[in-house]
């Protein structure tokens, strides 16, 4: 892998990661199309790391503040000044962790199917075409009334299921969570910073594990991979400014019409012998 290539993978990944279109999908199908093959899901993991990052550097604040309060709400230490198990902020702790359970467990057993058989292309425009359909009616009918006070374990969990789903190339980490909050009733700006959030521990996890099993195989060229995920970051912290902004105020259509245009271009490209099924 080139430098220029590595270069417009990391921006491939930065724009696309924060938006319900896939990145993997992208990475997938752009690798293939500009003719340097699937980086493979080893790479894709590895410079989501970048975008991550991003999110960390983002909701820096008020991750410490998650992270903190939830350890001050163990009620068998004693602190100074204690937090209750009902406080807003105690209550998502438990729920990135109750929510990152399904896509680490999914993600273990199903780690060759995911590596493997699920990349093909056909699979991949059928579920980003399918499931632009459901974030289509969920964007269009949920009630989007409940924000992330509202939250509680039961949705956390849920939302894992929905965020599990990524697992096949072509849902989209954050649009499977972003669709199962808004059928759950959350509005827009709540379900997309819930996926924001319940991604950090399931990225990383992921991310880690990959660079150390591919560092050992030497399967991966580590400077076209850092700029990757160095472009990822800087491009990927951008995405989440914008997207934040607009996510409020503007519906989903867009992003539902583009993964439906999408799919079908990608089948008329395999159809055409432009892109490889594997």
């Given at each position: ?21 896939s990145?993997?999908?992208h ?137 599990a ?18 059928l ?21 996890a ?6 150390a ?7 991966l ?54 892109l490889?099924?594997?």
């Amino acid at each position: 892998m080139g430098i220029l290539e590595a270069i417009i993978l990391g921006v491939i990944q930065g724009v696309t990661e924060f938006l319900p279109i896939s990145s993997s999908a992208h990475i997938r199908i752009f690798g293939d199309l500009f003719g340097w093959g699937d980086p493979g899901a080893a790479f894709t993991a590895i410079i989501q790391l970048g975008t991550e990052a991003a999110v960390l550097v983002y909701f820096w604040h008020d991750i410490v503040r998650i992270i903190s309060k939830w350890f001050r709400a163990i009620p068998w230490f004693k602190w100074s000044n204690p937090v209750s198990q009902k406080d807003p902020d105690v209550r998502m702790g438990w729920v990135v962790i109750a929510g990152t359970l399904p896509i680490g467990i999914l993600g273990f057993f199903f780690a060759d199917t995911i590596e493997t058989s699920l990349r093909n292309l056909y699979i991949v425009a059928f579920v980003l075409a399918f499931f632009a359909l459901i974030l289509g009616f969920a964007d269009r009918y949920a009630k989007k009334t409940k924000t992330l006070d509202d939250i509680n374990i039961r949705d956390g969990i849920l939302l894992g299921f929905g965020q599990a789903l990524a697992l096949i190339p072509g849902v989209s980490r954050s649009g499977g969570t972003i669709t199962v909050g808004l059928l759950l009733g959350y509005t827009r700006e709540a379900a997309a910073r819930m996926s924001f959030l319940l991604a950090v521990p399931a990225v990383i996890a992921s991310g880690f594990f990959q660079l150390a099993k591919s560092s050992g195989q030497g399967t991966l060229e580590f400077g076209p991979t850092a700029v990757a995920t160095i472009i990822s970051f800087v491009v990927g912290y951008a995405v989440i400014v914008w997207f934040l902004k607009i996510v409020s105020t503007y519906s989903y259509l867009p992003f539902v019409i583009y993964r439906i245009l999408l799919a079908i271009t990608v089948v008329a490209l395999l159809g055409a012998g432009l892109l490889s099924v594997f």
